[in-house]
């Protein structure tokens, strides 16, 4: 097995039409996608399909039990497979709560012989899973492209959800995914599919404490140390031994981390990705980041794209098997590589804001800190002398329950009224669900329910037989930030504990740099403004509610998305 941490796709269909199972049967095994199809129980017919080089037995614990992430740390050896096999069902089955106690994060799903099944999600990791039921038919993926592929019929959009997703919001009400029938299960979730009733949810995994006596007293030097461990063990257990893994590298401070322990720390090969610019102003304060770090890292093997207009008529960015997958520019050029450069796995900083308390986590820092408390430590305000300010305005909103939800008041004016009406409610609903929450971390808790963007990179990467390898969001990194006090982490100095990781490392100027690496959205905005309704023509009726021509650079990528996904909508022709 050359990947020690192997993920795979998955499709299942219930039906009682022995026909429409034999037809979804036939055209899996004839897809060039799966590599296994079977029937896990009555009435159903499955397929799996690995990513990379792996054996199908290490995802087939038994026919009824498919592994899709985390089985090497579940299976512990040969001889106690079918131990630890039963103990997996029995635990999904009757005792949820065990699941959290097993080691590292995992994906599996059980199909029981009268027809039930139980599906686990990982915590913090990446393979997602959808469930699809209307009518008589009932439908598990760990892709959303997969139901209008293989399930018969007309399909249509959840406008709501997609309303969420192409404005970037990555909220999901009540689970809800962009195609109508069809619901994500949370991170930390059993789903409890029973025989004829709905799907029922029951949560293992609680990350988020209840009080500060739950907090961390560790130093920030001590909680730094633990960080830097963390992100040793991600590496260590995620990447490939021999083929190179592929760095995300923007030159900021998270990137840059990364860079310092996979080239001081880890013990495998990877190369880095960055996307650049041909705007003057940008690579006069950027290149100087990015060719340091390299340099001092002694990287070689750098990789620079420009990222243009081109893009968005990527033939990866329209590709014929995917709905809604993330357009991030990152993922595209790296899908882009040839098929023998293309990386098995990819290394991104996702989540970093979040989990180190930067200016993201402002509310949970006026939260956690009293008045006195603020005014002993002037100096370590996080934004100087306007945190007064910041902090007497979310108390205040607080006391008068309407705390910061991390969801525009409004969506795109473009969108048609029933789904502005919509979300109105939806928002409304959130607001008064943490109007009495006392619990800290309210804010990082917000983000991360939030976050919807494994799920969205997992059905573009996926498709190309890669995965994402994203250490912020391991569910070790998560339960950290979840224990670390926010007045440790939020200063006036951000990010406190990644830059020790970097001291010595790197060139001081990158460990002490205050500002983000610019994105790509910040780089094109002028150049590519008079170019979008060029870029936008051939957008079809369905989409007219949602935007106009005059979107920005990151609306135009999620406009493209939304157009490929309404091209995926129906059924694939069989494969010859």
Known sequence: MSDPYPCSDFFAL?????????????????????????????????????????????????????ILQGASALLTTEESRGEDAERLIAFGRDRPEKIATLPGDFAWVHFAEDGSANLVRPCGGYVPLYVYEHGEVLAVSTRLAYFPRFIPGDHHFDPLAVALTVTGTGARPAGRAELRHSRCIPRGHVAHIGRRSKTQLVRYWHPRPTSDAELSPLSAAELSRELREILIQSFSRELPDKHPSLLWFSGGVDSSALAAVLARDIQRPFSTLTITSDNRSWREHELPFIDGALAQLDIGNGRRTLFDERLLASPVLRGNSTLFGLPNPAALASLELPSDERPRVVVSGEFADEAQGTLRR???????????????????????????????????????????????????????????????????????????????????????????????????????????????????????AYRCPIRKLLTSTSRQLIRPVMRGRLPEKNVMRVDKGRGFGECYRGSWQPKYPQLLEGITEQKTLFYGADCSLGEALMLSMLDEACANLRPLPPTP
């Not at 095994?29 to 799996?48: E, H, K, Q, Y």
């Not at 795109?412 to 502005?420: G, I, L, Q």
């Open 14 to 66: 219930r039906t009682a039409d022995p026909d429409q199972r034999r037809a979804v049967g036939d055209a899996m095994t004839t897809s060039p996608r799966f590599r296994a199809v079977w029937s896990p129980a009555a009435s159903w017919i499955a397929g799996l399909a690995p990513l990379g080089e792996v054996d199908d037995g290490v995802f087939r614990a038994r026919d009824n039990l498919v």
């Open 362 to 480: 402002l509310q949970d820092w006026c939260y956690a800190t009293s008045l006195p408390q603020a005014l002993r430590q002037p100096r370590d305000w996080p934004l100087g002398l306007r945190t007064p300010k910041a902090w007497l305005s979310h108390q205040l909103r607080r006391a008068a329950g309407f705390p910061p939800i991390h969801l525009p008041h409004k969506l795109h004016r473009t969108m048609s009224a029933e789904v502005h009406q919509e979300y109105s409610d939806y928002r409304a609903d959130r607001v008064r669900s943490f109007r009495d929450d006392r619990s800290p971390q309210m804010g990082l808790y917000m983000r991360e329910q939030n976050a919807s963007w494994p799920e969205t990179m997992w059905e573009r990467l996926s498709e190309h037989d890669v995965r994402l390898c994203a250490p912020f969001f391991s569910r070790e990194a998560l339960e950290f």
